[in-house]
């Protein structure tokens, strides 16, 4: 009989870049126990508390690798944020290899699977014979979005790169079409082209969504992709289970306080791992929790003019973020309301009964996580691939309300907007029908994961396919 195959997973530098690729191998072994998995974790400066905590819910069958650390004075100056991900992988190349080596010594590995951020360890399954795959924790229409820019990085660099040169498929919905604007400079496109060109090479995709959520999109990729490079596997929703993100039993106090609001009465606010508000922002959205009259529970950020700025702090946390909330708030709403500093056990806030909607920036895991617990969304898109997931929500699933900003103040989305918005979702009837919408579809993700789901069977294909190579 065969060996039971061993697969490399290679995460690249923040936590939400590390705990999908684990997440995901969790997954896997939970319906597969026989496989063989290691993580190798590049990391930038030291790892991220969050990360810290959740890697303490590892189980043992899952090998874990730390790559010594990449220092920000090794890389060019003035690299933006979102090009240092993909740059921590790139200057740990040497150590992927090393360990690799180590690993082909030792048992049989038979596939590397990456973090999109950390593709270029993928030219190592060349080198060594192994299948390669990524892992996308987004939506198929960042798949649809790489895929059809897949042949354009020559051209790309022959023509000058910039953003106008992206194609953008029509899967993306008018309002999310503005995602290319987050591909601002020179580097971070380059790096979406190199993306974009190494899908057409390997041997298949992996990503967090499911047939029934994105079934246009899904079934045009199957038929684009049949029979060629790279094979798509949609294989969500994957998600953190709860013990998986109350690690450290910080957070407890918003859990008790949960247990004693009357069912669907709190909106839950948070911008993710590290999306941050301006402090006029701030001052907003308080006072707009304030005017609503409704009970919320708020995880709240030191403010930054810059929304990404907490992105991969590793403990960038040392100022109060209660010290920013405008004068008297906390004693005023101290009824209603609950404020969490940075950090949240969001999963099983979701889950709690007592949490009728999500204020959210949208990003691809939150979105996941309140689908799979049927908990709809006030949409409030920070950076990045957000504005996408916040249009496909509102104007597609009609799951969301997204609350309009004042383009004569730069976007800022004032309280009395917000106000309104949350009366109309937690009290209207537009708030009624977009809450039914969102029951609906958490059947459908429930249903994709069963044993006989959509999702639950792609996978399998997935492992016959490492079955095959061992
Ligand atoms: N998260 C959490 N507590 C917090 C903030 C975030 O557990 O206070 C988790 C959340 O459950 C999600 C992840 O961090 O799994 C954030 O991922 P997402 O893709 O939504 O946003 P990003 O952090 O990438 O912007």
Redesign the pocket.
Known sequence: MANPPHIAFISSAG??HL??VIQFSKRLLHLHRDLHITCIIPILESLPS?SQSYLQSLPPNIHSIFLPPVHKHDMPENVHRGAQVQLTVTLSLPYIRQELESLISRSSLVALVTDCFAHEALDFAVEFNLLSFMYL?YASMIFSLYFCNSMKLDDAKFRGLSPESIDIPPCIPDRGREIVESLYDELVLKQFFERAKKLSLIDGVLFNSFFELETETIRSLQEETKGKRPQIYPVGPI??GRSD?ETNGL?SNCLTWLNNQPTKSVVYV??????TLSQEQLNELAFGLELSGKKFLW?VRPPSDDPSAA?LSASGDQKNPLDFLPDGFLERTKDRGLV?P??????SI?SHGSVGGFL????????M?SIVHGVPIIAWP?F?E?RMNAAFLTDCLKVALWPEANNQRSGMVERDEIANVIIRFMEGEEGRDVHKRMQDLKDSAANALKENGSSTQTLSQFVMKLRARA
Do not use: D, K, R
């Open positions: 936590f939400t705990f999908p969050s924790p998600i953190q993100n957070g948070s911008f993710g791992s590290g999306g995880v992105y969490v940075l950090w949240a056990p969001q999963i979701l959210s920036h949208c990003g691809w895991n939150s979105t996580e920070l990045a957000q």
